[in-house]
């Protein structure tokens, strides 16, 4: 299921438009999550979940809340969301239930998507919210199995405004729109301009800002390859992938020899 016309520049087709041409081609290897996911796997899901939450009553402009603990889960998290016409919520994993279901509460969020080491403290969040399900990338208890969603008939997906509509809500309350987002996917870009033979080592973890995503995007939108990785034997995961690109600690990329 490809994205539709009508999402011409959104951050769903600015990022996936050239996805299907590059087939299986690794995209993401999240060694935290253990998961590697290929060009075509990841708009595919994308697409095919977002349908599936649209089948399941999703409606554009409501703010779905997103508690995980990896780079590929909040990547296919949001992007589901956003190419669903929904305001992703990205929430900081070390959150508690109460303070997440105020946040929730505040933000009018009725969805929820978790991941099974996340998914206890994301379902104390939603009794207490008014979140009415819980999506779950990988089985849990008390949630819908984001596979599920991949299997619902298709249908299609909302044309959006990338300049009026909003694709994140941030935990600081700001609301960025599609445009927005992809400025700051340019504004990364910027001191390295990333190609298609580039690997980028991202050491950022998801939270509730929008730089992780923006590098992920802004990898994938170039048909380069990103690498997210823990704190561990970093110079060993430079080696073995020949990155060129890593994450700093302010939120800048940078080239390195």
Do not use: N
Not at 75 to 96: F, N, R
Not at 170 to 189: C, I, K, N, P, V
Request: aromatic share 4%; hydrophobic share 45%.
């Amino acid at each position: 299921m490809k994205p539709t016309a009508s999402t011409t520049g959104t951050v769903i087709h600015e990022v996936f438009r050239r996805a299907y041409e590059r087939d299986d081609r690794p995209a993401l290897i999240d060694l935290r999550g253990g998961h590697v996911y290929g060009y075509r796997r990841l708009v595919t899901e994308v697409t095919r979940a977002a349908s599936g939450l649209v089948r399941r009553g999703a409606r554009r402009d409501q703010v779905v809340g997103v508690h995980v603990s990896t780079a590929g889960a909040q990547t296919l998290a949001v992007h589901t969301v956003v190419a669903a016409g929904g305001v992703a919520a990205p929430i900081e994993p070390g959150l508690g239930a109460y303070e997440m279901a105020a946040w929730l509460r505040e933000c009018d969020a009725r969805t929820l998507i978790t991941t099974p080491d996340l998914a206890e403290t994301a379902i104390l969040a939603a009794e207490e919210s008014r979140v009415r399900q819980v999506v779950s990338l990988g089985s849990a208890v008390d949630t819908i199995d984001f596979r599920y969603l991949l299997t619902l008939e298709p249908t299609a997906l909302p044309a959006l405004d990338a300049k009026r509509r909003h694709a994140l809500l941030l935990s600081d309350g700001r609301r960025l729109s599609h445009a927005d987002l992809l400025a700051r996917m340019a504004e990364l870009d910027l001191p390295v301009r990333l190609a298609e033979s580039d690997v980028v080592l991202t050491t950022w973890l998801p939270d509730g800002g929008c730089d992780l995503l923006s590098v992920v995007g802004l990898g994938v939108s170039r048909g380069a390859l990103v690498v997210a990785a823990g704190s561990g034997d970093l110079a060993g995961t430079r080696h073995d992938f020949g990155v060129t690109v890593v994450t700093g600690p302010h939120g800048t990329l940078e080239r390195v020899g």
